[in-house]
């Protein structure tokens, strides 16, 4: 019994140390961000000391899709997964894992097999696609939210300027507000069905792009409407506003630019912090002009009577003081 013990336990040694050991990776994911893909495949017990003595075989869909024979130092990459390759240098070392090119990647079971002498051994493991949103979904629905509030807040601010003006003239004169508020409107609705929620892609950084960089029509609108709505002109509170408002807009604008190329953006905050400054300068505005419109309402009926007899008065007197 004993022989048979002992031959067993050869036979098994034996069969040990004619395998290649690869340590196993159940699967790698991958995701629109990486540029390439690296399917590992470590050999822990190598031992070759040259080159010449190893081959490596990487297969998918039962088709060998890249070969390296040590011997003639010679990388083949099937057509499909022309940008395929491994590192010679790390091979001694029994690293065989294989480099491509996102855009040749396919998900699905790859099989690295490496060979050394007499010895080899085999490992699959799948390579996985992973979708990831470009921003997060809160995110994406503040940077769609804000501009879209600022906008509304900008139309009440015209409700208000056209109910309040009298004279023809400055109405006419808000046909121009109109139609740049319409135009602003509609290309940020447009932006935002561009931005759509999903990965990143040029598609939604221009989108993204509309959303943001037409809220400068916003800083010229709110100045317009200071200017026209009556007893409001450029007074240190709406100086303020403004002030504010191109501070919104400038950080908004610095905020795009650091996150429009970028496909895992770290810099929403910025944008977003940005975009909602710009829409608290138009409700601040909106909250100044209805404030300025009531107060006035109320002064309005003896002030109008008194005003200008009383203004002829002073441009009389003055002229009288000059000569
Ligand atoms: C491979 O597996 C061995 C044994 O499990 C372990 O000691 C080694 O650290 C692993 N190497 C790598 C690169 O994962
Ligand atoms: C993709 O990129 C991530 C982050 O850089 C990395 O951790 C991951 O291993 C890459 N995936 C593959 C399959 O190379
Ligand atoms: C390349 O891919 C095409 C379509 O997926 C397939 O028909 C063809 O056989 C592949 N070529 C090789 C050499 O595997
Ligand atoms: C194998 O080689 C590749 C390419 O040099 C490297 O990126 C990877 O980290 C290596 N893997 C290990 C486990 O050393
Ligand atoms: C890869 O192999 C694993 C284990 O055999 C299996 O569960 C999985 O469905 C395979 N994946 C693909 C894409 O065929």
């Known amino acids: 019994m004993w022989p048979l013990v002992v031959v ?71 057509i499909n997964f022309s940008s395929a390759k491994i590192f010679p240098d790390d091979l001694l070392k029994g690293n065989a894992s294989l480099e491509m090119n996102k855009e040749h990647a396919i998900p699905g079971n790859y099989t690295c097999e490496v060979t050394e002498l007499s010895r080899e051994g085999d490992t699959v493991v799948e390579l996985k696609y992973r979708l990831v949103s470009w921003f997060s979904p809160n995110e994406n629905i503040l940077i769609v939210i804000f501009p879209m509030l600022a906008i509304l807040l900008f139309w009440g601010q015209f409700g208000i300027v056209t109910l309040k003006l009298n004279s023809s003239i400055m109405k006419e004169k808000t046909i121009l507000l109109f ?57 240190s509170f709406s100086i303020a506003i403004l002030i504010l408002q191109v501070l919104g807009f400038v950080l908004s604008v610095v905020g795009l630019s650091l996150c429009v190329s970028v496909c895992a953006p770290v810099h929403g905050p910025l944008l977003i912090s940005g975009l909602g400054i710009v829409a608290l300068a138009e409700l601040l505005g909106l909250v100044y002009m209805k404030f300025t419109a009531t107060n006035q309402r109320t ?18 007197k003055g002229m009288m003081n000059d000569e």
């Open 8 to 78: 067993l336990l050869l036979n098994s040694a034996y069969c040990g140390s004619a395998q290649l050991i690869l340590n196993v990776t159940k699967f790698v994911e991958y995701t629109n961000c990486n540029t390439t893909v690296l399917l590992p495949c470590i050999v822990y017990n190598i031992e070759a000391t040259g080159l010449e003595e190893l081959f490596v075989k990487w297969k998918f869909g039962g088709k060998y899709i890249f070969t390296y024979d040590g011997a003639k130092r010679e990388p083949k990459p099937n």
């Open 179 to 235: 139609v740049a508020g319409l135009v602003l409107t509609i290309v940020v609705i447009v932006g935002a069905i561009l931005f759509i929620p999903g990965e990143y892609s040029t598609k939604r950084a221009s989108g993204l792009g509309l959303i943001v960089v037409p809220t400068v029509v916003l800083i010229l609108l709110q100045y317009a409407v200071f200017m026209i709505a009556p007893a409001i002109g450029m007074s």
């Open 299 to 316: 002064i309005q009926p003896p002030r109008k009577a008194v005003e200008e007899p009383l203004n002829a008065f002073k441009e009389s």
